[in-house]
C-alpha cells in the first residue's frame, strides 16, 4: 500500500497528458466547422434550391417554350408515373445483374487474395487497373455500336459486358477493405454486410441514371428501352415538357434518396472508418502457395472475362483519324477535358475538405457523423435529376462556361474522404482523395448528358457529341473515338489506379463499431 500514492499520481499524469487541452478542443471545432463551408455553399446552390425549384415546376405547366406557367396540380404525375414505372424495369434489372456479379465475384475474388497474402492481393489489384480506368460510358457505347452494326444487340446487355469489370474491379477494391483485416467471417460480417449494401444501391442509382448505352443502342427497341433518364431528356428537350420532366427527375430524386438516406444512417450508425492495416499478416491455415495459385487463377480467368468486354473500346481506341474533326481538333480537346476539369476541381476539393473536417476534426465529437446528414438525399443523385432546372435557369453563359456541369460538389468523394480522414493520416489519405477525382475527372469528360444538351456550335463541340452526330448521320467507321478517351491517357489512369491500389489502398483497412479504447500502461512504482 505504500506505492498507491505514487500510482496514483502516475495515473493522474497519464490522463492530464492523453486530455486534449481546451482551447485545442475549441480549435478543431472552429476548424472543423469551417472546413464545411464550401461544401454546403456548393450543396445549397447545387443540390438543394435546384430540387426544390424541380419539386414546385412539376406541379405546373412550364415549358421550355413559353413563360410564364400555371398550376395543373398533380396532373403531370398521374400522366407520367404509369411510362416512368415501366421505365425503371429495365434498368433496375441491369442494375441487379451488375450488383450480383459484383457481390459474387468481387467478393470471392477478395477472399481469396486475402487468404494468399500480399501476392494474391496485389495481383487482383493491378490486374483490374485498366478496367477501372475505362469509366468511359460515351466511348465504350460507341465502340460498341460500331462493333457489332446489329440492330437486335441489347443495349442493357451491352452494358453489363462493357462495364462489368469495372464493377468487379471496384467491388474486389472495396472487399479487400473489409478481408485485409482478416477472413475468418465472425470478423468481417458487419463491414461486408456494409459493403454488399453499398454496392446494391451504387448499382441501382447508376443503372437508373443510364442515358447513354440506350440512347445510342435502342435502334427499333427505342419504346422499351426508355429510362427514367431518356424519360426526362425527351419531355424536357424534345417535347419541351419542363413541367412533366420535372415531375420525373422528383421521382428519380425521391428514389435515390432513399437510398442514399439509407446508405447515409448505415454508415454512421455502424461507426464506418477506414483505418491503417501495417500489423503482421495472420498465418493462413494450409500451404499458403496453395492460396496464390487459386487467386491468381481466379483473378486471370476474371480480368480476362472483363477485357472481353472492353474490347471493342480498345480496339476503337486506336482510331485516331482527324478528317471528321475538321480543322479545331485543338478545341474539340478542350471543350471536351476542361470544363469538367474546373467543375471536379471545385467539386472534389471541398468535398475533401468537408471529409477532413467531419473525420480527422470531428467538431462535434462522436456526433460528427451526424454532418453527412444534410448532403445523404444526394449521395447518389446526377445530373439528370438536376438538368431540368439547371438548363432552365443557366442564363447566358459563354459556350465554354456553359459547358461546365452543374452541381460540381461530388458528394460520394465527402461520404468517403470522411472515413478515410476519421482513420488515416493525410498523407495516407490524399493520393486515394486525389485519385478519386481523377476518376470523377474522366467519368465526367465521357459523359455524353450534359454536353449534348448545351452544345450547339459545331466547331469546338466536346467529343461525346461529336461522335454521336458523326455516328447518328454517317455511321462512320472512321469516328475520332480514339481522341475522346486516347490509349495513352487510358494507360496513365491505369497506372495511377495500379500505384494507388498497391501503395496505399493494400496499407487500409475498413473497420465498424465502436474505435478500441487503448490500454493504460501504469508507471512502474519507484
Known amino acids: 500500500m505504500a506505492d498507491c500514492p505514487h500510482r496514483l499520481l502516475g495515473l493522474a499524469s497519464v490522463v492530464v497528458t492523453d486530455t486534449p487541452t481546451p482551447p485545442r478542443r475549441n480549435l478543431s471545432v472552429l476548424f472543423g466547422l ?14 438543394v434550391v435546384p430540387t426544390v425549384r424541380t419539386v414546385r415546376t412539376s406541379f405546373t405547366d412550364a415549358s421550355l417554350m413559353r413563360l410564364p406557367s400555371d398550376s395543373v396540380g398533380t396532373e403531370n404525375y398521374t400522366t407520367l408515373f404509369g ?42 489489384r493491378l490486374a483490374f487497373a485498366l478496367p477501372i480506368a475505362a469509366v468511359g460510358s460515351t466511348v465504350a457505347a460507341v465502340s460498341w ?25 471496384l467491388g474486389a477494391t472495396a472487399y479487400l477493405l473489409v478481408f485485409r483485416r482478416s477472413t475468418r467471417l465472425r470478423d468481417t460480417w458487419p463491414g461486408a454486410l456494409l459493403v454488399s449494401a453499398i454496392i446494391v444501391a451504387t448499382s441501382l442509382a447508376y443503372t437508373a441514371q443510364s442515358f447513354t448505352f440506350p440512347l445510342l443502342l435502342a435502334g427499333p427497341n427505342a419504346a422499351r428501352l426508355r429510362t427514367p433518364a431518356l424519360l426526362i431528356f425527351d419531355s424536357a428537350f424534345r417535347y419541351a415538357r419542363l413541367g412533366q420532366a420535372s415531375a420525373g ?128 438525399p444526394w449521395l447518389f443523385t446526377g445530373l439528370p435529376v438536376l438538368t431540368p432546372d439547371a438548363f432552365a435557369h ?15 460538389l461530388c458528394v460520394p468523394v465527402l461520404f468517403g474522404s470522411a472515413l478515410l480522414f476519421r482513420g488515416v493520416r493525410w498523407t495516407r489519405a490524399l493520393p486515394v482523395v486525389a485519385l478519386a477525382g481523377l476518376v470523377v475527372w474522366v467519368a465526367a469528360a465521357q459523359d455524353l448528358w450534359w454536353p449534348l444538351i448545351v452544345s450547339l456550335e459545331p466547331s469546338g463541340m466536346p467529343l461525346p457529341v461529336l461522335l454521336v452526330q458523326i455516328v447518328n448521320r454517317f455511321g462512320a467507321d472512321d469516328a475520332p473515338v480514339g481522341w475522346a478517351y486516347p490509349l495513352p491517357v487510358l494507360l496513365l489512369v491505369a497506372a495511377a489506379v495500379a500505384a494507388v491500389q498497391v501503395l496505399f489502398l493494400d496499407r ?18 519507484p
Open 34 to 47: 469551417l472546413a464545411l463551408i464550401p461544401a454546403f455553399i456548393l450543396l445549397i446552390t447545387g443540390y
Open 249 to 376: 427527375a422528383a421521382l428519380l430524386w425521391l428514389l435515390l434518396a432513399v437510398l442514399g438516406v439509407g446508405v447515409a444512417g448505415w454508415l454512421i450508425l455502424s461507426r464506418a472508418r477506414i483505418e491503417p492495416a501495417d500489423q503482421p499478416e495472420p498465418p493462413a491455415p494450409g500451404d499458403r502457395s496453395t492460396w496464390v495459385v487459386v487467386s491468381v487463377l481466379a483473378t486471370g480467368v476474371a480480368v480476362l472475362v472483363g477485357l472481353a468486354g472492353l474490347m471493342p473500346v480498345l480496339l476503337r481506341s486506336l482510331s485516331l483519324s482527324t478528317e471528321a474533326m475538321g480543322s479545331d481538333v485543338l478545341g474539340h480537346l478542350v471543350n471536351t477535358w476542361m470544363p469538367p476539369l474546373i467543375s471536379t476541381v471545385v467539386g472534389v476539393t471541398a468535398a475533401a475538405l468537408a471529409g477532413y473536417g467531419i473525420g480527422a476534426l470531428r467538431p462535434l465529437g462522436r456526433y460528427s457523423g451526424l454532418l453527412l446528414v444534410p448532403f445523404a
Open 508 to 525: 487500409l483497412t475498413l473497420r465498424t463499431g465502436k474505435t478500441a479504447k487503448p490500454e493504460v500502461t501504469l508507471p512502474p512504482a
Open 145 to 169: 455500336l460500331l462493333t457489332f452494326e446489329d440492330p437486335t444487340l441489347n443495349a442493357y446487355l451491352a452494358q453489363f459486358a462493357a462495364f462489368a469489370g469495372l464493377a468487379v474491379g
Open 83 to 124: 411510362r416512368f414505372a415501366e421505365s425503371l424495369v429495365g434498368p433496375l434489372l441491369l442494375g441487379v445483374a451488375l450488383a450480383a456479379a459484383t457481390l459474387v465475384c468481387g467478393g470471392a475474388l477478395a477472399w481469396l487474395a486475402a487468404r494468399a497474402g500480399k501476392a494474391g492481393r496485389w495481383t487482383l
Open 394 to 408: 443557366r442564363g447566358d453563359a459563354g459556350e465554354f462556361l456553359a459547358l461546365i456541369p452543374p452541381a460540381s
